[in-house]
């Protein structure tokens, strides 16, 4: 790196936090000059002890002329505004997941950014985990073969301790469960692996705990390449996270040892055509840290950022058609993007 991409944090709530101490092992590649929470009394302290000027106010960070990009830990409704905000002002952008609640706010964000020339990441940070990153190289060099079916499961107790009132358990930031808390990751990888969904079939539902969007949620998709993936989260059971891949030529099941928030290694089980299952041992690593050092490259023009915007767009389609189904209880069509949805991130 040829100097640290100099950003500004906007949130420092669970998230926020976690990438503010991920970022102190990153300073080579990217610098935190600034943050922004509206409950600014919760952070002074944190930001004093670091010598990061702090202010509530978003805008502070946008003309501010030490800022090149933000990174955004903020509740889901308000990311295409504060995308919107950030291109006005000439900045890349570093999003948490889910991008947007429709695939049309999506598709915006993404081509305000391609026609600004300004790089868009994303906090899918699965991608980044070793075993997934060793996945997608597997089937992006067809060792896998045909991929055929997905089963994937990203479950966690955490929210059960939040107060009724928190943002991650509102009807309009969170409709079908742990979808967009957990979900959304699985639907990322199987978009990535698959392609665009054609249809959806999910069920979301309240089963022992008193969140009010459900605790436990489940997608079977369709894709239009062909292929299938059953997805499923839960937010009142512990940790679990599973990711299985099935293919013509081999298959590959990864499960966590612990939640990214804390990251404790993998446990990888695979088995190719005509061999013995295998199981390995893969130690911590943090893939928070590396997707956000990957969008630092991508700003200082090192090497593409590997997220395309179509895949964000697609992912987001699907996430859309997950909550309509969700509603309705019946299978609902992915619409197909225009393609003039389809441009990807510079």
């Not at 990888?268 to 295998?278: D, H, L, Q």
Request: with cysteine; glycine share 8%; hydrophobic share 45%.
């Amino acid at each position: 790196m040829p100097d640290p991409v100099r950003i500004a944090l906007v949130g420092l709530g669970w998230w926020g936090r976690k990438m503010l101490a991920v970022l102190e092992a990153a300073s080579d590649e990217i610098a935190v000059v600034r943050a922004v929470e509206p409950d600014i009394g919760s952070a002074m302290s944190l930001c004093a002890e670091r010598g990061i000027p702090l202010s509530a106010d978003y805008a502070d960070a946008l003309r501010d002329p030490a800022v090149e990009a933000v990174v955004l830990a903020t509740p889901h409704a308000l990311h295409s505004a504060q995308i919107e905000a950030a291109i006005r002002a000439g900045r890349h952008i570093f999003c948490e997941k889910p991008l947007a609640l429709t695939a049309a706010e999506a598709a915006r964000s993404v081509a305000l950014c391609g026609d600004a020339g300004l790089v868009l990441g994303m906090g899918h940070e699965r991608r980044w985990e070793p075993p997934i990153a060793d996945l997608l190289a597997s089937a992006e060099a067809g060792q896998l073969g045909r991929i055929h079916q997905i089963e994937a499961n990203f479950s966690h107790d955490k929210f059960l301790s939040l107060d009724p009132g928190n943002w991650r358990l509102k009807a309009d930031q969170a409709p079908a469960g742990g979808m967009t808390a957990t979900g959304i990751h699985l639907l990322d990888l199987s978009v990535r692996l698959l392609g665009p969904a054609q249809s959806v079939l999910c069920h979301c539902e309240r089963l022992s705990s008193d969140l009010p969007q459900g605790d436990t949620v489940a997608a079977y998709v369709k894709f239009r390449r062909g292929g299938t993936a059953y997805v499923s989260a839960s937010l009142a059971t512990p940790f679990m996270s599973r990711f299985t891949v099935y293919g013509s030529k081999a298959w590959i099941d990864i499960r966590d040892k612990a939640h990214v928030e804390a990251p404790d290694g993998w446990v990888v089980t695979s088995a190719t055509a005509g061999g013995p299952i295998v199981t390995e041992e893969v130690g911590p690593a943090e893939p928070v840290k590396d997707n956000l050092v990957a969008f630092a490259h991508a700003v200082r023009d090192l090497a593409p950022y590997p997220i395309t915007g179509d895949e964000l767009v697609n992912t987001i389609a699907l996430l859309e058609a997950v909550f309509k189904s969700a509603s309705s209880g019946r299978i609902e069509t992915v619409p197909e993007p225009a393609p003039a949805e389809m441009e990807t991130v510079s």
